[in-house]
């Protein structure tokens, strides 16, 4: 794997050149999840999401652990406007790693959407004491 040509890439913001040299490396390299990964963040960097998505797809099948290509998966369902596909991804990645901030904040986003600002039936009694005025029986 030519590191150096990756790293020059991300620093110079070189995308195309990036995605060039990632396609021939996943050719030359099927089963790395990390290339995978990296050439769909090339895509995404481009707004192409279409294209990001099954580098995504396949990073994840080939590592499932790899919780930032699952993050970014679901950021490209989202901007696809599959929401729902999203948020599946987001919550399956989360029983992975329940600490990890980026996907967190990702499922709070989608949350609100999947369920169209509805909420859950204890959430909706929160606070309803400060409104309801409980006189005592006589």
Same mark, same amino acid.
């Given at each position: 794997?030519?590191?150096?040509?990756?790293?020059?890439?991300?620093?110079?913001?070189?995308?195309?050149?990036?995605?060039?040299?990632?396609?021939?490396?996943?050719?030359?390299?099927?089963?790395?999840?990390?290339?995978?990964?990296?050439?769909?963040? +090339?895509?995404?960097? !481009?707004?192409?999401?279409? =294209? &990001?998505?099954?580098?995504? *797809?396949?990073?994840?099948?080939? %590592? #499932? $652990?790899?919780?930032?290509?699952?993050?970014?998966?679901?950021? +490209?369902?989202?901007? !696809?406007?599959?929401?729902? =596909? &999203?948020?599946?991804?987001? *919550?399956?990645?989360?029983?992975? %790693? #329940? $600490?990890?901030?980026?996907?967190?904040?990702?499922?709070?986003?989608?949350?609100?959407?999947?369920?169209?600002?509805?909420?859950?039936?204890?959430?909706?009694?929160?606070?309803?004491?400060?409104?309801?005025?409980?006189?005592?029986?006589?």
């Amino acid at each position: 794997m030519d590191q150096a040509a990756i790293a020059h890439i991300f620093t110079t913001g070189k995308w195309e050149e990036g995605i060039l040299l990632l396609s021939e490396m996943v050719q030359k390299f099927p089963t790395n999840a990390k290339l995978h990964a990296t050439l769909g963040q +090339c895509h995404l960097n !481009l707004h192409r999401y279409r =294209e &990001a998505l099954p580098c995504f *797809q396949r990073a994840c099948a080939l %590592d #499932p $652990n790899l919780i930032e290509a699952g993050a970014r998966l679901a950021i +490209c369902y989202e901007q !696809l406007g599959k929401t729902e =596909e &999203a948020f599946r991804v987001t *919550q399956e990645f989360l029983k992975r %790693d #329940p $600490n990890h901030n980026y996907l967190r904040g990702i499922e709070e986003r989608l949350k609100f959407r999947v369920t169209g600002g509805r909420k859950e039936e204890w959430e909706q009694t929160r606070g309803l004491d400060r409104h309801i005025e409980i006189t005592p029986h006589e």
